[in-house]
């Protein structure tokens, strides 16, 4: 079983060298690249099935044993990650297809466009399966190095302008993580996640403390955190929909993964648990407040996409069983979930020419489909019940309650604070651009949208439902990562079965 | 390095500090080409530093000496892994730059749309207001059906 382990890895990046080859036929380069992101998803489900039942699956790979080699992981978190990604990208592979010589092709040779999109997949899937910090920084450079060509895509003024800022962005918090990884390598002479585990807890309290909060500067760069977060909504919107879509499903996620990771594995003593939470709150009071004040559809999409890594962070910063499968649980629906939004809003950029809020109105009524596509996602993000935004939320806000203490309450109060100003906002673009009298900003609007693009949201959509009417089995199975999270043996044990050496 | 295994020579130590600093200080520069200098200087000094992490010696190949006295070869391998990876963006990061300059003329990294909104509202002494939605159709001039006075909010208001 653990031979499929490298599967996910190394057939984007196979993929990547084929469609690159093979540039000169689109229609080869598409079905490759389907067909790779397809059998990633279908060895994701299976790892996830292994992981659940027989515990985690380990590889070393080339057989080199653990303390030197590099060792694959996933257990039920990374298993879990893995499927809900591969998904996603697979939905957004998809609806680019769909969109095909519109966005991308006009301004940009196609040719890029499929390699650069697998090496970020495999980027992607190989951070979350890494079992050492140096593969996982690899992991981190790949899907970066990848972004930093989608998000310049064409090289149009507006993105090399904005770009620049995201790529400088990511570099430093690059650099910031790789001393860390070497000071962390100076002080333990491992980078091995399991061995480190051990070595950690035999430091001195200051120097890991140290450590730990180098790396946190690191992932939270990476993740959007509030006051590192700054770069995201002026880089974000200007990249092609799909790719803003895929950035705003994972790329954050990859660095609330890294922290979920390190903070549960590496430094379980809640010596940092009081400055996440405040960072949780004040990460979702400004990002949404920043959404309030947005007017256009994709910059307030990717404020939200701020605000609510708060809750993530909250759950981590919990560090309960609760807490964290409350956490997980959310980091999979907000992936399903930003992601559908951004496409809806490409989808609304196609049908009406523009996502600049002052420019539209009345899309419920010349686009019922679209109105649809948006309302539930919407809904959804905003934690309406019975949505799965809405358990993952009441997940968060329990396990807050029960943490007890001045300032879990007070951020269970500014997470409800959000909820409802997240609900505000939804409701404001669905006023403005569904509901007034209708407007486009276009004189020659796309009448019909492509089936493809409509359908690959569609089918996001629907993964949101399934999220939510699977709510119980999935909290099963993110209570049980969660317990093997804070437990932490069950990763050791599966990394050295013959003890840690 | 010490021949003894001694930990890190002070000058090493202090060559990195000197390395961060400096690439530190040119990345709050505006232009592109000198942030590309200070990410440069940046990566040197933490690449620098991740070689002071390891044990100091004679060159790891097994039959060419005594076992304990060689260098750790664990921070060596991944140091020429950084290398490459910094090497790979200085190069994309040359070629935005580059990029800029073709474009418009310099390679500045600019203030954000939203900063350069704020103080255009400034200058115009104008107060924000996004909110759109007001308490039905007639109250707010802009649910009204579109007219030629919104020309000018698309003009003033656009994307730069």
Redesign the interface.
């Known amino acids: 079983m653990n031979r499929l382990l490298p599967l996910p890895v190394v057939v984007p990046l196979l993929g990547a060298a084929l469609t690159l080859v093979l540039g000169r036929w689109p229609r080869l380069q598409r079905g490759i690249s389907v067909a790779g992101l397809t059998t990633t998803l279908a060895v994701a489900v299976v790892l996830l099935v292994e992981a659940y039942r027989h515990g985690p699956v380990v590889l070393a790979v080339g057989a080199w044993p653990p303390p ?1 080699g590099i060792v694959l992981v996933a257990d039920q978190l990374a298993a879990l990650m893995l499927v809900v990604s591969s998904a996603v990208t697979l939905c957004v592979l998809l609806y680019s297809i769909g969109q095909g010589q519109g966005d991308v092709g006009e301004s940009a040779p196609v040719t890029i466009y499929h390699p650069t999109y697998l090496v970020l997949t495999a980027g992607v899937t190989n951070a979350f399966l890494a079992g050492d910090l ?1 593969n996982l ?2 992991g981190f ?1 790949i899907l970066l ?1 990848a972004s ?2 989608l998000i ?1 895509l064409g ?1 149009t ?2 993105r ?6 995201y ?2 962005v990511s ?2 918090s ?2 910031l993580f ?2 860390a ?3 962390v ?2 002080a333990t002479g491992t ?1 091995n996640l399991a061995q480190l585990a051990t070595r950690l807890d035999a430091l001195p309290d200051d120097v890991r403390l140290a450590l730990q909060l180098m790396l946190l500067l690191a992932f939270g760069v990476k993740a959007a955190i509030f006051p590192l977060s ?1 770069w995201l ?2 880089s974000y919107p200007t990249a092609p929909a799909p790719v803003t879509a895929v950035f705003a499903g994972l790329l954050t996620k990859v660095g609330v993964y890294a922290v979920i990771r390190t903070e549960t594995l590496l430094f379980p003593d809640r010596q940092v648990a009081p400055l996440l939470m405040v960072v949780a709150g004040l990460t979702m009071l400004i990002g949404i407040l920043g959404a ?5 559809m994709k ?1 307030l999409f990717s404020f939200t996409l701020v605000s609510h890594i708060g809750y993530m962070i909250f759950g981590v910063a919990l560090s309960s069983v609760a807490g964290l499968s409350g956490a997980i649980f959310y980091v999979v629906h907000h992936i399903t979930i930003q992601t559908t939004l951004f496409l809806v809003a490409g989808l609304v950029e196609v049908r009406a020419g523009s996502t ?4 539209l ?1 009345g899309l419920a009524r010349l686009a019922p489909l679209l109105g649809v596509l948006f309302f539930v996602p919407a809904m959804n993000l905003a934690g309406v019940p019975p949505f799965s935004g809405f358990l993952g939320k009441l997940g968060l806000l329990q396990a807050g309650v029960a943490a007890g203490g001045a300032l879990p309450i007070a951020l269970v109060a500014a997470g409800a604070a959000t909820s409802l100003l997240t609900l505000y906002v939804a409701s ?1 673009v669905w ?2 651009a569904f509901w ?2 209708p ?1 486009l900003a276009t004189d020659e609007p796309a009448v019909r949208l492509p089936a493809l693009m409509v359908g690959a949201t569609a089918a996001l959509v629907a993964l949101g439902l399934v999220l939510t009417v699977a709510g119980g089995p999935l909290f099963d199975v993110t209570a049980d990562a969660a317990e093997d999270l804070r437990a932490r043996t069950p990763y050791i044990r599966a990394v050295f079965p013959g003890g840690t050496p | 390095m010490t021949g003894g295994g001694a930990g890190p020579t002070l000058v090493l130590v202090i060559i990195v500090g000197v390395l961060v600093g400096c690439g530190v200080n040119l ?1 709050l520069e505006r232009s ?1 080409t000198r ?1 590309l200098l200070g ?1 440069i200087l ?2 040197n000094g ?2 620098l ?2 070689m ?3 044990r100091p010696g004679v060159a790891p190949v097994v039959g060419t000496g005594p076992v304990d006295q060689m260098s750790d070869a ?2 060596q391998a ?1 140091v020429l ?2 290398i490459v ?1 910094t090497f ?2 200085t190069a ?2 040359l070629a ?2 580059y ?2 300059w073709y ?2 003329g310099d390679d500045e ?2 203030d ?3 900063d350069r909104q704020i103080v255009r509202r400034a200058e115009r002494d104008e107060a ?1 207001t ?4 007001g308490e039905g ?1 007639d109250a707010d001039p ?5 007219e030629p006075a ?1 020309r000018r ?2 003009r003033g ?4």
């Not at chain 2, 802009?142 to 579109?146: G, H, K, L, R, S």
């Open positions: 030197v140096f920084f690899v450079e190095a930093f060509v310049t090289g003024e507006v090399i302008r904005t770009g620049s800022t790529v400088v570099i430093v690059s650099m790789l001393a990884v070497g000071l390598y100076a980078l700054a909504p002026d309030v004040a947005q007017s256009d910059r600049d809020l002052r420019l109105g404001r006023n403005i007034r009298s407007r | 990345l592109l942030i990410i940046l990566g933490v690449n530093l991740i002071l992490g390891g664990l921070p991944m892994t950084s990876i790979g963006l994309f990061l935005i730059g990029r800029s474009l418009t990294v600019p954000d749309i939203e924000a996004a909110d759109l939605g159709a802009e649910q009204v059906d579109p919104r909010l698309r208001d656009g994307v730069e």
